[in-house]
């Protein structure tokens, strides 16, 4: 059975710091590897999905990485800003469902 | 941009009511999702459809049941709401060609 893990569950860094964000997994047969960020109540917004033929995606500030064999991403985050404060989730698709990681709640402190 | 809209987005309701919840998308995605997701927890799939007139349970078992009569909207109901059914409600479709998910704003329910 797919599991999901993330680390660090919780991180507060200064503004204008570059961060990673781990995700790790155990099951490798995966189609795909989507990030996304979830505001307090709010829905989840698509960050950056990698397929499972891809090592890496670059959107803006964000940089995700996927190794399949050894069953683990990262999300990077360039010159984080306050406004990157949210909640992160790692989610895996094994069957064409999603599997979510308990996520990682970031604080940028101005 | 992903057009997929959630109707309550709040709702706050006694126990033992019948409640739908509506979820549309606009994209033509044959792939639709229910999650749940308890505050400061894991999402969990509750409900999937790959198509008209198909729906199956997710891996959370969960006393709600959905149809999908129309491609572009895909309803839960709960028969009988009760306070262990309070959670957040998330609604998605996947883009067919990369099945990347996108998401609803949520449905956020309380049953006192």
């Known amino acids: 059975k797919q599991e999901v893990t993330q680390i660090p569950a919780a991180l507060s860094v200064p503004e204008g710091e570059n961060l990673v964000l781990n995700c790790s997994f155990t099951d490798s047969a995966i189609y795909n590897l989507q990030w996304f960020r979830q505001d307090p109540g709010k829905g989840l917004t698509s960050l950056l999905l990698?397929?499972?033929?891809?090592r890496e995606q670059t959107s803006g500030r964000l940089n995700a990485s996927l190794d399949k064999s050894s069953g683990r991403s990262t999300l990077y985050i360039a010159a984080s800003q306050p406004g990157d404060s949210a909640t992160y989730l790692c989610?895996?698709?094994?069957?064409?469902?999603?599997?979510f990681g308990s996520g990682t709640r970031l604080l940028v402190r101005p | 941009e992903a057009d997929i809209y959630q109707t309550p987005r709040y709702l706050v309701i006694g126990t033992g009511k019948k409640i739908t919840l509506e979820c549309s998308q606009t994209m033509g995605h044959d792939k639709m999702y229910w999650y749940q997701q308890d505050p400061g927890m894991e999402l969990h799939l509750i409900h999937y459809s790959y198509g008209v007139n198909s729906t199956e349970k997710g891996d959370l078992s969960s006393e709600s049941t959905v149809s999908r009569i129309r491609t572009e909207h895909f309803p839960l109901t709960l028969e009988s709401a009760r306070p262990s059914h309070t959670s957040q409600y998330l609604c998605a479709s996947s883009d067919p060609g990369s099945n990347e998910q996108y998401f609803g704003p949520g449905t956020r329910l309380t049953v006192t």
């Open positions: 989610a895996v698709d094994s069957s064409y469902k999603l599997i």
């Open positions: 990698i397929q499972s033929s891809q």
